[in-house]
C-alpha cells in the first residue's frame, strides 16, 4: 500500500542536540500524527495535526502540518536518552472509513 | 484516556496450532479497529480494518481464512491466526479509534512465534 516518505532513516545524535525529521507525500492529507514506537511494544501518539500550517507542542517535541497538506516536520529539542525509538509519521484523508498512511520510520539513537 | 489493551503480549506455541489474540479499548468505544503486522526494523502494515458487527475488510494479499477477525463489539476486536506455521511468526498490533477522521490508538503489539 501507499506509504508516506519519512526521513531520515535513522540518526545517532549526542545527548543534548535537537533532532528534525519530516514526512512527504505526493497528495494531501487532513490529518497528520506523528508517534513513537519503543522496542517490543505499540505505537504512541505524540502530536496530532489537523489544520495547514498548525505548529502544535508537546513538551520538547514541536510538530507542523505543512501549508501545502503534503508534509509534515517533527523536531525533538535537547534529546535525552528516552527519546531513543523509532518515530512514524501518519497521515490521514478524510474520504471514508480509511486507515492511516505511514511512513517508513526514522530510528533515533542517543549517545550519551 | 483512549487506551487499547491487547492480549497476549507474547504466544510461543507449535505448528499447526491456533492462536487467538484479544484487542480492548478500555475507555471508549471502538467503532473501527485495526489489525498490523510488523517486521523486524519495518513499518506496519495493514492486515485487515474491521467495524463494529460488520465483516473485516482484508488487505491484498492477506488470507482472510488464515488470520480470522471478529468484532462483536465496541470495546472488542479478535485476530486468530488459524493453523499457524513459523513464516506466521511476527509482532501483531491493534489499533482503535472512535470516529472515524480521529487518531488511531494502539494496542502493546502481541509477539507471535511459532515453532
Known amino acids: 500500500g501507499q506509504q508516506l516518505n519519512q526521513s531520515p532513516q535513522s540518526m545517532f545524535i549526542q545527548e543534548g542536540e535537537d533532532v528534525s525529521m519530516n514526512c512527504t507525500s505526493s497528495?494531501?492529507?487532513?490529518?497528520w500524527l506523528w508517534y513513537k514506537q519503543d522496542p517490543g511494544e505499540g505505537p504512541v501518539l505524540l502530536i496530532a495535526?489537523?489544520?495547514?500550517?498548525e505548529l502544535t507542542s508537546n513538551g520538547r517535541l514541536t510538530a507542523q502540518f505543512g501549508i501545502t497538506r503534503k508534509d509534515s516536520f517533527l523536531n525533538i529539542s535537547a534529546s535525552i536518552p528516552s527519546d531513543v525509538g523509532i518515530y512514524f509519521c501518519?497521515?490521514?484523508?478524510?474520504?471514508?472509513?480509511?486507515?492511516?498512511?505511514f511512513g517508513k520510520g526514522t530510528r533515533l539513537s542517543v549517545i550519551a | 484516556g483512549a487506551v487499547v489493551s491487547q492480549h497476549p503480549s507474547r504466544v510461543i506455541c507449535k505448528s499447526g496450532t491456533s492462536v487467538k489474540i484479544e484487542c480492548r479499548s478500555l475507555d471508549f468505544q471502538a467503532t473501527t479497529m485495526f489489525w498490523y503486522r510488523q517486521f523486524p526494523k519495518q513499518s506496519l502494515m495493514l492486515m485487515a480494518t474491521?467495524?463494529?458487527?460488520?465483516?473485516?475488510?482484508?488487505e491484498q494479499g492477506v488470507e482472510k481464512d488464515k488470520f480470522l477477525i471478529n468484532h462483536a463489539s465496541l470495546t472488542l476486536s479478535t485476530l486468530t491466526v488459524t493453523s499457524a506455521h513459523p513464516e506466521d511468526s511476527s509482532f501483531y498490533i491493534c489499533?482503535?479509534?472512535?470516529?472515524?477522521?480521529?487518531?488511531?490508538?494502539f494496542g502493546d503489539g502481541t509477539r507471535l512465534s511459532i515453532l
Open positions: 497528495s494531501i492529507f487532513n490529518t
Open positions: 501518519a497521515g490521514l484523508r478524510y474520504s471514508g472509513n480509511t486507515p492511516l498512511v
Open positions: 489499533s482503535a479509534r472512535d470516529q472515524e477522521y480521529q487518531p488511531q490508538h
Open positions: 474491521s467495524n463494529e458487527g460488520s465483516k473485516a475488510t482484508y
Open positions: 495535526l489537523y489544520k495547514a500550517g
